[in-house]
């Protein structure tokens, strides 16, 4: 028989539902696909591209796995209201999460395994262009996309996007240093990215050619 999958809600060693139906109402959801890295009662760890994003997860979320029925009811016989999380999804598993965004705190609405990490539009991707504008938290490019197309994209800058570059490292000499301090408007720039819902997150931001000043 082939194995199906089985959505049911959760019930955690520790539940943190308050708040829960505030974020439904406070952000459209989003969509993550990447590998469980990390667990815990209340949270999960999913990487997706070179990003970590740890979402949390309480009564509300829905969780779909091959399975995950027959522990429930397992669960229940042994008295316990219901599976928890790491029965269900193990870390190095491929999954899918429909989250919501609140001020950056990430709400889990559903978590799906599923077959790959891969093949999904928060996979890495990679543009190349012109910086229009950058900042602490963001970077504005604009490029050609053939044929005489033009396009401007805008990534979000954090703490885990690299810049690589000549003179960079020489730059940092090991410490952090605002990319600010390494892209400028005029720069020719490669950015690896991947898509959060509607946002595109820069991992790494690659100094092909610096203006001239």
Known sequence: MRPTLVAF???FAVVNSSGSQAFAQAAKAKTARGTVTAMA????????????????????TKVTAVGGATKQKAAQRAGAPGAKLAD????????????????????????????SAGSDPAAAKESTGT????????????????????FTQTFI??????????????????????????????????VSYHAMGTDLHASNVRVTNKAAK
Request: a neutral charge; aromatic letters at 2%.
């Open 9 to 11: 809600a959760l019930t």
């Open 41 to 60: 009662a209340d949270s999960v760890t999913v990487k997706v591209g070179t990003t970590d994003m740890t979402f949390m997860v309480d009564t509300a």
């Open 88 to 115: 269900v999804i193990k870390v190095g598993q491929p999954v899918s999460v429909s989250y919501h965004d609140n001020a950056g705190k990430l709400h889990a609405a559903s978590i799906t395994a599923v077959a």
């Open 131 to 150: 910086v229009q504008s950058v900042s602490a938290t963001s970077m504005t490019i604009n490029g050609s996309s053939g044929a005489g197309a033009k």
């Open 157 to 190: 800058i954090d703490n885990n996007t690299k810049v690589i570059g000549k003179g960079a490292s020489t730059a940092t000499k090991g410490a952090k240093v605002a990319i600010t301090d390494l892209v400028g408007s005029g720069d020719q720039v490669a």
